[in-house]
């Protein structure tokens, strides 16, 4: 069955990064893209940005301009986050969401199960 | 960036009864690129629907989207119990930002 499988549960420092996999099986890694969402305690959906899993081109807010990193590995299709200098306001669950084919008409219809990232000192 | 604004925060209604959520957006959101997602405590967003008004795969046909423009809304005609969620809608329009609104959390009596 089509699903994303992501790493498990992080505690950080501030200052630190993290680096969050999502591990694609069940569909064609590289005729979607993958979106990253996150959710701090008690708050909405924010999302991070979107990848291509077809070439590896990447969109993202503004807000994360400088301090997120977005890479495949279609050999072993994972999607990876990565987002550097952490904050006690980066604690959130992180999730994966495959998002956009050849449009983004059919919004995120595959979640991974999240990952919790704690940055405490 | 196109705000996503989710109306009302909470919605307290009982079984068998119609709910009717809100989303407007700051602007137009083209080709009708808004989803709807439900989420419960400790689970990941389920998508409902897609394309403003088309369901998602094995959702119930007591959810239904309609809208266009910068006006949405999800309609939940029969509340049952497990209905009980937050309720998130979102844009992919042209240009990122792709941005979700607020929530609206539907309790149920």
């Known amino acids: 069955q089509v699903q994303l499988v992501q790493s498990g549960t992080e505690v950080k420092k501030p200052g630190a990064s993290v680096k969050v996999s999502c591990k694609a099986s069940?569909?064609?890694?590289?005729?979607?893209?993958i979106s990253w969402v996150r959710q701090a305690p008690g708050q909405g959906l924010e999302w991070m940005g979107w990848i291509s899993g077809y070439n590896g081109k990447t969109k993202d807010p503004q807000k994360f301009q400088g301090r997120v990193t977005m890479t495949t590995d279609t050999s072993t299709s994972t999607a990876y986050m990565e987002l550097r200098s952490l904050r006690s306001d980066d604690t959130a669950v992180y999730y994966c969401a495959r998002h956009c084919s050849n449009n983004c008409l059919f919004g995120m219809d595959v979640w991974g199960q999240g990952t919790t990232v704690t940055v405490s000192s | 960036e196109i705000v996503l604004t989710q109306s009302p925060g909470t919605l307290s209604l009982s079984p068998g009864e119609r709910a009717t959520l809100s989303c407007r957006a700051s602007?137009?959101?083209?080709?009708?690129?808004l989803a709807w997602y439900q989420q419960k405590p400790g689970q990941a967003p389920r998508l409902l629907i897609y394309?403003?008004?088309s369901r998602a795969t094995g959702i119930p046909d007591r959810f239904s989207g309609s809208g266009s423009g910068t006006d949405f809304t999800l309609t939940i005609s029969r509340l049952e119990p497990e209905d009980s969620a937050m309720y998130y809608c979102?844009?992919?329009?042209?240009?990122?930002?792709?941005?979700f609104g607020q929530g609206t959390k539907v309790e149920i009596k």
């Open positions: 602007q137009s959101v083209s080709n009708g690129y």
């Open positions: 069940g569909y064609s890694f590289n005729a979607y893209g």
């Open positions: 394309g403003a008004s």
């Open positions: 979102q844009q992919s329009d042209r240009s990122p930002p792709w941005t």
